[in-house]
């Protein structure tokens, strides 16, 4: 094993045995344990083999921050970057990657052959794993495990998840031998306290030493409209007991980017440097901003020389990096930040503060879940720095004391997978493999692996159903059955319409001093040959006869639920081969696969990566775009691949090349949008151009501050769709069936809109 200058931990010199005997790992520790340990005995081994390792993280900004810190461990030379917009030294023996790029090598399609993509690497490290849970690309993890050739050992670090031996089972099952290294050992143990705004001069143990709560902690006074708007801010109190009980530095983290804002600016009067620190401040961002004059003038930059930031979305990448330094050398005291900051970025503090264990969403308020709770809270307590790390929860009248001692002490909670094929997943897996071994393939997936434990809510739920129809079997004391029952109903139904019907003739005929006709006084003895027949059944007489037909009535509708609850447990059991052969029949139908292969039009389409390959695809083969500048093809793509916005922003003209372009997408989404729901299938198709004026002049060379003045969002937000644009118009150019002139237009497209605030990490 290397040595390392430290002693290390036995959880990692257990992982550390298992890689060295050449088998994979999956590492599951509370975050800030020293995970990346692992990953460097890996690197060790693959520099003394003479082998080369692929480190991939979930985040452009993660990757960025690896590189460098390789590069200074390991010698620029050895160390390799690969992110959707950057490609730097890619065959080193070092290359550090997102998981989506690793993914797509592993198709073979944009990065070339996989068997040249994958030359000499022995070792891939799959950094927070734990991303398989997240929503929108927790696929991407599933795919690169399922694909992964199995003389490549995988590193898998997780957070604390509460099913690390499933996960660690499947990738026994679908990759190579694989060992569990599970641990909840923190360097860094943490201490819990509680924020009571009744109390605003202390910070309160939440925890007696039993475990117990706190008696002396009150709940928050209900409060409602005006009231609950003007509720007094307690930040300043809470900062000034961190302060007073050398708690800091904190990370302060907040649901909304415009209270990281607001809490900020409310903390900027307390005395938190020195003046010695003052002057470093000073020192390091002129640097900083001389090396990115667009910053010069940044509205924040008065409150770094405070001592406190706010990190979020809505800002520069540019700034983020600038606060994540002075926060790394100690030099801000309180980083206001969205949870987004919890999310693997080296920023580790001595306190964290959690405003509220609720978050507001779509649907109203609900509980962080236990792993959001850890995440966060995890960022407490700097290893060789803290004995201790501290987490403060504010009380809030969305929550009580005893939901937050409840979180607390709460495990992890278990990973559950996001896989869900796509259009490029098909067409990739049927260039490859034929339909029954891409099914192989797709019954490979986590998802598939654990959906035992997924079908458990239905099944006990069937079971239930089951043994209410059991209870309810019904002894009938003349040994009938629930046939006969049914029978004697039956007639019994007939029965009463038929008597009401021979009433009513027999009333009219009288009011007209009318004999019964012939017809009429057989209808009359066949209904009393019906009483006859029923009066035959024991039923008739019988005292239980309401009790047995209420009960087959109800168990009758318990077999209807149990119907519809088979139907559903067999479509959650081939829920993921379903979806993969809703997307094979939009494919067929639209002629992009013929015979399960992909046509000439198929194989371009399986090189797309974006949340609807095939309706991009379509616009491309369209020729709409064939005639545009680089200014307007920027202003369409931007439009095409941003999300609806759940702000309301003015709408900003666009010009008239762009507003028709987008018009003519509108009949090209309607048309897939019929052709997709015939088959079933969800796949999003944004034409939202929010910010396609804004792109159009960025590309034109308009200033950066013109552009930012004319929408109220966040700088952040603009360079994130910009980016978002450049990702998709690269993918026009390394693809097959795409005319040059439009490859030429796309290059000029990014070259344009690559440029300072735009083009920094």
Request: charged residues 25%; contains cysteine.
């Amino acid at each position: 094993m290397y040595e390392f200058p430290f002693e290390l931990d036995e959880f990692q010199k257990d992982a550390c045995d298992f890689i060295s005997s050449g088998k994979s790992v999956v590492v599951c520790a509370p975050t800030g344990a020293g995970k990346t340990v692992i990953a460097q005995h890996a690197i060790h081994l693959a520099l003394e083999q003479g082998k080369r390792i692929f480190y991939t993280t979930p985040l452009k900004a993660l990757s960025n921050q690896k590189y460098y810190d390789f590069g200074e461990k390991y010698g620029q030379d050895k160390v390799g970057l690969l992110t959707g917009d950057t490609s730097i030294n890619r065959n080193a023996q070092i290359v550090v990657m997102t998981t989506e790029v690793f993914r797509n090598m592993l198709y073979g399609t944009n990065f070339g052959a996989v068997a040249d993509n994958l030359k000499d690497v022995k070792y891939v490290v799959l950094d927070e794993v734990h991303y398989m849970n997240d929503e929108q690309r927790g696929t991407v993890w599933e795919e690169s495990i399922i694909y992964c050739p199995v003389n490549v050992q995988i590193i898998a670090l997780s957070a604390t998840v509460a099913n690390a031996d499933e996960l660690t089972d499947w990738i026994n099952t679908v990759h190579s031998k694989t060992e569990l290294v599970d641990t909840d050992f923190r360097p860094v143990p943490l201490k819990f306290f509680y924020f009571d705004s009744s109390q605003p001069t202390k910070l309160l143990p939440l925890l007696t030493p039993s475990g117990q709560l706190n008696k002396k902690i009150k709940p928050e006074k209900r409060l409602f409209g005006k009231k609950l708007q003007n509720k007094k801010s307690y930040v300043k109190d809470i900062v000034r007991n961190l302060q007073a009980q050398d708690m800091l530095p904190a990370i302060y983290f907040t649901f909304s980017r415009r209270k990281c804002d607001e809490q900020m600016e409310k903390c900027a009067s307390l005395d938190l440097v020195t003046k010695s620190e003052q002057a470093q401040i000073r020192q390091f961002v002129d640097e900083y901003i001389a090396e990115n004059p667009h910053l010069y003038n940044n509205k924040h930059l008065e409150y770094l020389y405070r001592g406190v930031a706010s990190h979020h979305a809505g800002l520069l990448p540019g700034w983020k990096n600038l606060v994540e330094k002075l926060f790394q050398q100690g030099l801000i005291k309180v980083v206001f930040a969205t949870e987004t900051l919890a999310a693997g970025i080296n920023m580790p503090a001595r306190s964290t503060v959690i405003s509220s264990t609720s978050k507001r969403t779509d649907s109203g308020h609900r509980m962080l879940t236990a792993s959001e709770f850890l995440q966060m809270s995890g960022r407490a307590g700097r290893r060789g720095m803290d004995e201790v790390g501290y987490v403060v929860i504010v009380g809030t009248q969305f929550q009580s004391p005893e939901e937050v001692a409840e979180l607390v002490l709460s495990d992890a909670n278990p990973l559950e997978s996001r896989f869900s094929p796509s259009y490029s997943m098909v067409l990739n897996l049927l260039q490859r493999f034929s339909l029954e071994e891409a099914k192989e393939l797709i019954l490979k997936s986590f998802g598939y692996f654990s959906s035992g434990s997924r079908l458990q809510p239905l099944l006990k739920l069937k079971s239930q159903i089951e043994n209410d129809i059991k209870g309810r079997e019904f002894i009938c004391p003349s040994k009938l059955s629930n046939d006969d029952l049914i029978s004697y109903d039956k007639l019994r139904h007939i029965y009463v319409q038929n008597r009401q019907t021979y009433k009513k003739i027999c009333k009219q005929e009288r009011s007209k001093n009318r004999p019964l006709s012939e017809d009429a006084i057989k209808f009359g003895k066949e209904t009393k040959q019906l009483l006859q027949k029923m009066h035959d059944f024991p039923c008739d007489r019988c005292k239980l006869y309401k009790k047995h037909s209420k009960n087959l009535e109800v168990t009758n509708r318990f077999s209807l639920r149990l119907q519809k609850l088979d139907k559903e447990i067999e479509k959650q059991r081939d829920i993921f081969w379903d979806k993969f052969l809703s997307h094979r029949a939009v494919l067929l139908d639209m002629g992009y696969l013929k015979d399960d292969f992909p046509t000439e039009y198929g194989i371009t389409t399986s090189q797309i990566r974006s949340e609807n390959e095939l309706f991009i695809a379509e616009i491309i083969f369209s020729n709409v775009l064939d005639e545009l500048t680089p200014a307007q093809l920027a202003a369409v793509v931007c439009a095409i691949t941003t999300e609806e916005l759940r702000i309301d922003i003015p709408y900003l003209p666009i010009s008239q090349p762009v507003r028709k372009t987008l018009n003519l997408i509108r009949n090209i989404r309607r048309k897939l949008e019929k052709v997709q729901s015939r088959y079933s299938v969800e796949a999003p198709m944004y034409i939202n151009p929010y910010f396609s004026s804004l792109i159009e002049l960025w590309v034109e060379g308009a200033e950066w501050e013109s552009l930012v003045e004319q929408i109220d969002m966040g700088e952040g937000d603009i360079v994130r769709s910009f980016k978002r644009t450049v990702d998709v118009l690269r993918q026009f150019t390394p693809i097959n069936n795409v005319p040059e002139s439009l490859v030429f237009t796309a290059r000029e497209a990014i070259e344009k809109i690559l440029r300072e605030p735009v083009d920094v990490d």
